[in-house]
């Protein structure tokens, strides 16, 4: 479900090629997961027109629980996942910090945004100018990160 989550949230940001969801389907019929426009996508050829794909995927998404995001919605979500690996470990945190800055730089402008902007473009700028001080500011990341997925009702990796 992952790919298939990840390609959905690509998709809303411009960044997948449509052309690549039916090997996507097909690889999540592997994995397991099914639906009837699952099977139909993964049917299809790289060929097909965009359109009919991309609705494809659409329909896939839903009947799977996870309808494609809007575009607002995908960068709050790439920008919490970017939090969540710095906590896991996946991601280094100032390769997060970097992600979430540059996620945040793309959400609508409010004051918590803005905030956001400010944290994390800090952080990252203080890591580069400031090597003697690195153990510090990543903790000041990491517990960044920590308040950012409280903040939006996520669960802190342990």
């Not at 690549?20 to 027109?49: F, H, T, W």
């Not at 203080?126 to 500011?137: F, K, L, M």
């Not at 990491?142 to 009702?153: N, R, V």
């Amino acid at each position: 479900m992952d790919h298939l989550r990840r390609a959905a949230l690509k998709l809303a940001l411009g960044e997948q090629p449509t052309e690549d969801l039916p090997m996507i389907a097909a690889q999540a019929l592997a994995d397991g997961l099914e639906s009837p426009a699952l099977v139909e996508l993964a049917g299809l050829s790289r060929r097909d027109p965009p359109a009919d794909i991309r609705d494809l995927f659409g329909q896939t998404m839903a009947e799977l629980g996870f309808p494609v995001p809007g575009v607002e919605e995908a960068w709050r979500e790439r920008m919490l996942e970017a939090a969540g690996g710095m906590l896991t470990g996946s991601l280094t945190r100032y390769e997060a910090s970097s992600e979430i800055y540059w996620c945040a730089c793309h959400l609508e402008r409010t004051d918590a945004s803005t905030k956001l902007v400010d944290l994390f473009v800090g952080l990252w700028s203080s890591w580069e100018d400031w090597p003697d001080q690195r153990a510090s500011i990543e903790r000041d990341m990491q517990l960044a990160a920590a308040d950012l997925l409280l903040s939006h009702g996520k669960q802190v990796p342990d």
